[in-house]
């Protein structure tokens, strides 16, 4: 087996092995994607790993490396596959200075098939979720638990929210409405994860990846938020970045939700579906207030020390 980056030109050998929402990410700045390639011939790919690199964090954070997602084809499981693409993944880190690579697993309640967060069914990382969290274990990975919120409902659902209905819009702008002084500053302001992503979802290649009308800031004397809204192979829209600039205010989280709503309406059918993933505590923040009986899902969160 070797193990080699992937590209974009190289997805479609991927196809049907990795979900679509995955391999949208190839080329995407700050992800990064690993292949392990059968060498007898065929040059077939047996795995995939994908991660997140922030190395040029803000201050208060570190440089980490954050793993999103893991598959191994069945035949190829439990031959150690999954440890080498694991074991490359860490040597990257090393050598670019990280401190850490993180990982976050579902919790093993009742002996499910574990899935690297994101990842549908039919796309198993391994077939047992104890072998899973014994790999990362067994490379010095320590695990403790952590709440993940995932909420996933239907524009109709959000229209039905009375509270959204009489907060007013003037203090929100589409992302594409910026002016390049206003643009600069939220460049400048944001944690280098959403600059990658601000960039990218302005530059020409990605405009299948973002939806302009969408992707919004919150702005009154200054910028104070960004929300960025993806549309998704699989036909979902997702909120991918939420970020507070300045305060974790509610109130301006839910107006950026309610232009959101409000632009969504316009061009896509009640019954579209809208995801958010508490990956940040805006994310949680926000999923709480629209919908309280929402209840988190424990995972398990690891982490390993370079």
Known sequence: MRICR?????????????????LMRLGAEGFHSLGLFDETGSFRPEGFLQFYSCLSPQPAEEPVLEIRHLF????????????????????????????SVLVQLPKDTENKTPEIPDASAEHEALSDAAALKQMFVKA??????????????????Y???????????????????????????????VHPEVRAAIRQALSDNSKQRFDFDLSCVYRKEEISGIMLVSHLPSG???????????????????????????????????EQLLRIEGHTEPAEKLIQKVFPECSPEITEFGTLAL
């Open 236 to 270: 979902i829209l997702e909120i991918e970045r939420l970020r507070m600039l300045h305060t974790n205010d509610p109130k301006s989280m839910l107006v950026m939700l309610r232009f959101l709503e409000d632009k969504a309406a316009e061009k896509y059918p009640k």
């Open 159 to 189: 229209a039905g929210l009375p509270f959204l209905r009489g907060i007013p819009l003037q203090h929100v702008k589409p992302l594409s409405a910026l002016d390049k002084e206003a643009l600069n500053q939220v460049l400048l302001a």
């Open 6 to 22: 992937v590209t974009e030109k190289q997805q479609n050998g991927f196809a049907g092995f990795i979900p679509a929402d995955v």
């Open 72 to 99: 191994v084809k069945e035949e190829a499981r439990f031959e150690g596959n999954g440890t080498k693409l694991l074991g490359e993944v860490i040597e990257i880190g090393q050598k670019a200075g990280a401190k």
């Open 140 to 157: 010095g990975f320590s695990f403790r638990d952590k709440p993940r919120y995932l909420l996933e409902r239907s524009l109709a659902d």
